[in-house]
């Protein structure tokens, strides 16, 4: 991969009108960075060529890809559309930035484990080495596919969250998702407080590292945990009601992955750079506060 030097960092993020891509930029703005948006599809490979010899950045966060809507159920009828975004587009990209010397951070899943014989509820968490054993759904198949491949990318900085939540109740916050539902599974997962997490992912693309990396808070919160929080800080009169795992099988048509990520790796890295990520508990109860003083209710 082409070095730049001492050159100023430029940031392209792609998926530009997507929720982390504009938290991304809010952040790098307020950072003095130097930062660009873009919209072209990731598979069109002339098109991202041309975007890449335009801006020309130094960095690369593709926040790009196909979740479906209004979820994930929407990949499983939609396949080619889904390879198309989440494995060609994102090798594409991927590829594009190798040939023109450029750092790319992919903001992946963790959304392809789920708790086994090995990795019981309570027990150790998936680190970046196991191999991918959750297929319950086909936007997790092909997430898990790709990482396979693009982790041979040198450029590549592969950052796995999941069920990320930011600093208010915009639509695709976990917390906002979780809160709307009829009944709520009550297991334990590991989850990304998007404030403690996005200045860390700018952190390390700066710093050129690469490979992948479990990127959520440290430890496992349950559902149940989450809207307790929620209820004390935010909505006192707030309630809600459980079902198992096999009752939310009836009502949606692709499953879904429950986990806990080991983030060792992420907070030895993290702490080269005197920079430390807080406890997922913890974590919620400052983004709560955080939400309260915003007056959101």
């Known amino acids: 991969m082409a070095t730049h030097g001492a050159k100023a960092n430029r940031f392209l993020i792609w998926g530009g009108r997507g929720w982390i891509a504009g938290h991304l930029e809010s952040i790098l703005k307020s950072q003095g960075k130097e930062v660009y948006m873009t919209t072209v599809r990731m598979e069109d490979r002339e098109a991202v060529k041309v975007e890449l010899d335009k ?68 027990g150790p968490g998936f680190k970046e080495t196991d191999p991918a054993n959750f297929k319950g759904s ?35 916050n976990f917390v906002t998702k979780i809160s709307k539902y009829e009944r709520v599974v009550d297991i334990p997962n590991s989850n990304t407080i998007l404030a403690d997490l996005l200045p860390a992912s700018i952190l390390m693309a700066e710093h050129n590292d690469t490979g992948v990396y479990n990127f959520t808070n440290p430890g496992p919160i349950s559902h149940n945990e989450v809207l307790t929080l929620f209820r004390d800080i935010i909505r006192p009169e707030f309630t809600w009601k459980n079902f198992s795992v096999e009752e939310q099988a009836k009502v949606i048509k692709a499953g879904r992955s429950n986990c806990l990520l080991d983030t060792t790796k992420l907070e030895e890295k993290l702490k080269e750079y005197n920079y430390s990520v807080p406890e997922v508990h913890e974590a919620y109860k400052r983004c709560f506060e955080r939400m309260k003083a915003a007056g959101v209710k």
């Open 55 to 122: 801006i020309k950045p130094t960095h690369v966060l593709n926040c790009a890809g196909c979740t479906g809507r209004p979820n994930v159920d929407w990949c499983e009828d939609h396949k080619e559309d889904t390879i198309r975004s989440n494995v060609i587009g994102t090798l594409n990209l991927a590829d594009c930035c190798f040939l023109a010397g450029v750092h790319c951070t992919v903001f992946a899943t963790g959304c392809i484990y789920h708790y086994d014989d090995n990795h019981p509820v309570g």
């Open 138 to 172: 086909f936007y997790s198949e092909t997430k898990g596919h790709v990482e396979e491949i693009i982790k041979y990318y040198t450029n590549c900085l592969i950052l796995r969250l999941r069920m990320p939540v930011s600093d208010d109740l915009h639509p695709r």
